[in-house]
């Protein structure tokens, strides 16, 4: 029995200028599957996830979210569809001037007709979900960062997504609190039963919590598989970028 695809990117060429971006990627993401895209800073990973929320849009080639080309959408119908999606930042992009509660609140009082007492039950159910109770009327600024990415991941899943875009969940952070961003991005995928795409160059991350692995390089991908295929391969830029070392193929500029 075949899997489903609930994201399907193909053909995905995206130019700033003469440079080119992404040349031609793509990658099919299964339901319920935890898929991490690893790759330099610069390589693309950040263009690629714009794309998958219409943030930004192609010079050619589809993005399929459930079958539907979410270029091909306007008004009413990209907004059904981009609910189906939470992203959670790289700086969790909170409102400093909204309390915690009003954050996760958010869009559930823009998108959805639930009472008071219906967000106030569901951002205490979210935030419990991240390890976060009695926050809920401070500010962000009085937070830790990693408080802050908590928050923003219960907002990103208030809507009950079907799909959670991670992007660089551990940049910034120390390494006992990206073990702990790791073990809510499994624990999310395990109980909501959600899609995970994270963006990444976090090795030690990515071989923890993903099911498969794509490789972004030069505007391609250049190997999509599981962990320990990238771990036991003796490709050149993939030995480089695994190890962390400035001599190899990859260039550091």
């Not at 075949?2 to 053909?11: A, G, H, P």
């Not at 979900?129 to 990103?156: F, H, I």
């Not at 995970?196 to 071989?207: C, G, L, P, Q, R």
């Not at 919590?209 to 993939?238: Q, T, W």
Request: glycine share 8%.
């Amino acid at each position: 029995m075949q899997e489903e695809v609930t994201v399907s990117i193909q053909n995905l060429h995206k130019a700033f200028g003469d440079k080119r971006i992404l040349r031609g990627v793509s990658l099919d993401i299964k339901k319920g599957e935890v898929m991490y895209v690893i790759g330099k800073s610069g390589s693309g990973k950040s263009v690629m996830l714009k794309h998958m929320t219409a943030l930004m849009y192609p010079d050619q080639g589809k993005l399929l979210i459930d079958g539907e080309n979410i270029f091909d959408l306007k008004g009413k119908d990209l907004v059904r569809v981009r609910k189906k999606i939470g992203v959670l930042f790289q700086y969790a992009a909170l409102f400093d001037s909204l309390s915690v509660f009003e954050n996760v609140a958010f869009t559930l009082r823009r998108f959805t007709n639930m009472s008071n007492e219906e967000i106030k039950d569901l951002v205490t159910e979210k935030l419990s979900l991240v390890g976060l109770k009695g926050v809920e009327d401070n500010r962000p600024s009085s937070l830790s960062g990693g408080m802050q990415k908590r928050v923003g991941l219960a907002r990103a899943i208030a809507m009950q997504p079907e799909i959670v875009l991670y992007d660089e969940p551990t940049t910034g952070v120390d390494p006992i609190l990206a073990s702990a961003v790791d073990d809510l991005i499994l624990t999310l995928n395990r109980e909501l039963g959600v899609t995970t795409f994270v963006i990444s160059h976090d090795m030690k991350s990515t071989f923890h919590c993903a099911h498969r692995v794509a490789m972004l390089y030069e505007g391609e991908f250049i190997k999509i598989d599981k962990p320990e295929a990238f771990e036991n391969s003796n490709d050149p830029v993939l030995k480089q970028f695994i190890d962390g070392k400035a001599e190899g193929p990859i260039s550091i500029l």
